[in-house]
């Protein structure tokens, strides 16, 4: 079910490593949510802890700034159950992402005396081009991959600004 269009305070986009696809998203809702005029905190994180303290990967960085997203000075973080608590939304790049997520959330809500969660969605939940599809980690393929991955964000973060101004 989409998100109402109440604007979210704050933004937590998670993938696995928090080098490729999230940092990415970032770079992009930070951008697309400016021009809307939208005023909100913007993260992200990885679900694994392979890459803490790390930049971007040099390919994510290079494709993003082709594009007009400059990644460079973002670091990796591994998602904690405390983002449930700090953030409002928190936005998974695939169907594994959100299961380790729906995870951590759990231990959120067990260790915290609070009703007011993070709600939980894939990143592409609202985007009618690509309903509920992965977005796929290009780490592994080729510089088509990053490609895929900005075109396939920019929708879905076009999406969710749309959603919010309704």
């Not at 040099?58 to 159950?81: C, D, E, F, M, W």
């Not at 599809?133 to 592994?140: E, L, S, T």
């Not at 990053?146 to 309704?166: G, N, P, Y």
Request: proline share 4%.
């Amino acid at each position: 079910m989409p998100m109402s269009s109440a604007i979210p305070k704050s933004v937590l986009l998670v993938c696995l490593g928090n080098i490729c696809r999230s940092p990415t998203a970032e770079g992009i809702m930070r951008q697309r949510t400016a021009i809307a005029g939208l005023t909100m905190k913007i993260d992200s994180a990885g679900t694994g802890d392979w890459h803490i303290g790390k930049h971007p990967d040099l390919r994510a960085q290079t494709h993003a700034k082709q594009h007009g997203y400059n990644i460079s000075k973002l670091v990796a973080r591994q998602v904690s159950p405390k983002d449930f608590i700090d953030f409002d939304l928190i936005l998974a790049m695939d169907a594994q992402n959100l299961k380790d997520l729906q995870a951590i959330r759990e231990v959120a809500a067990q260790t915290t005396n609070t009703d007011s969660l993070a709600r939980l969605a894939l990143m592409s939940e609202v985007d009618i081009s690509y309903l509920n599809q992965d977005v796929p980690d290009p780490y592994y393929g080729g510089e088509d991959g990053f490609e895929e991955v900005i075109k396939r964000l920019e929708s879905s973060v076009d999406a969710w600004i749309h959603t919010w101004q309704i």
